[in-house]
């Protein structure tokens, strides 16, 4: 049921916003919501994401606080 109501968010949000703390990058889950390639920005507590090259393609999409 919840995964039916989050689709149904990013299948009709005008804008689709990541929330994610840094701890949990580089962490695989079972369950995968979207692809990040997918959503128009994501927002970390990282400062940059030179550490990350697997995240290099995504640097204009991150927005870090």
Excluded: W
Excluded at 38 to 49: G, K, R, S, Y
Excluded at 51 to 63: A, F, N, R
């Amino acid at each position: 049921e919840e995964i039916c109501l989050r689709n149904t968010m990013l299948a009709h949000a005008d804008q689709k916003v990541f929330l994610c703390t840094s701890d949990k990058i580089n962490h695989h889950s079972g369950y995968r919501q979207c692809l990040l390639s997918n959503v128009d920005c994501f927002i970390t507590d990282l400062n940059h994401l030179k550490d990350y090259p697997h995240l290099s393609d995504y640097e204009g999409k991150h927005i870090p606080c």
